[in-house]
């Protein structure tokens, strides 16, 4: 039998925020078992910083210059002749994604036999002029999960924050175990307990987080926000004061707010 492969992917973390990487606030048991099993790389580096352009890296093995895509831009279609899960298909392996895609259009396979998609809180898709197709209230799996448990009017944006809102953070509203992140993790094992015995399995955890919002459950809070940090990196470029607009949750411009961030939301913006 050919051995089976997990792939776990986060968005946005930085490099040495684990435990097993020396630092110095960070607690990660769990990836840390994973790096001290296996092999951490400290000098690896994403075709492009970008979120799209290297989520197309991965899945098709190509360059931003081979497969076009050089910056952010949503609603453009993936259609690739090859792409990394469709040969693992063709392998001979029952291949499945669970999270995050960020493909177009959003319901595209791109090879595997099944996603259960969760992209987040992706703007386009809650726009209320949103196509039906891809409107999140009809492409997205996690929240119609959420409401049959908690009733048909919870939404994880009740919590007022939403895709980019990196200016503040807030404790998860709801119990720690129906968060997304552990969604994740439990639709992951239902995969591992539903699938193909006969067949070696290919299955991709595709984590939103620590992408923003910072909303992690209330016991992060309280284990992280009284710990002293390093003062989040500011860039020069940044204005030092707004311009009397206020501080809003998500921001089009690089405004700075010296608000006394503490504790987790500082340790994320490091």
Known sequence: MKPNILMIMVDQMRFDCLSAAQHPIVETP????????????TNAYSATPTCIPARAAVLT????????????QDQVSWSYPHMLPEEMSK???????????????????CGFHNVVLHDGYLHHSRFKNTSYQESFEQTDDYLPWLRERLGG???LTDIGLDCNASAMSRPWHLPEEYHPTNWVVTQSIDFLRRRDLGKPFFLKMSFVRPHP?????QSYFDYYMNM???EPVIGNWAN?????EGLLPTSRRGTYQNN??????RLIMH
């Open 228 to 230: 002293e940090i390093d």
């Open 30 to 41: 769990n990836l840390d078992q994973l790096a001290y099993e296996g092999v951490r790389f």
């Open 61 to 72: 093995g190509m360059s931003q210059k081979l497969h076009g895509r050089v910056g952010y």
């Open 260 to 265: 006394g961030l503490k504790g987790l939301e």
């Open 91 to 109: 392998a001979g392996y029952h291949t499945q994604c669970v999270g995050k895609m960020h493909v177009y259009p959003s319901r595209n396979l």
């Open 213 to 217: 919002p910072f909303d992690p459950p």
């Open 240 to 244: 030092s004061e707004d311009s009397g």
């Open 153 to 155: 009017h919870r939404d």
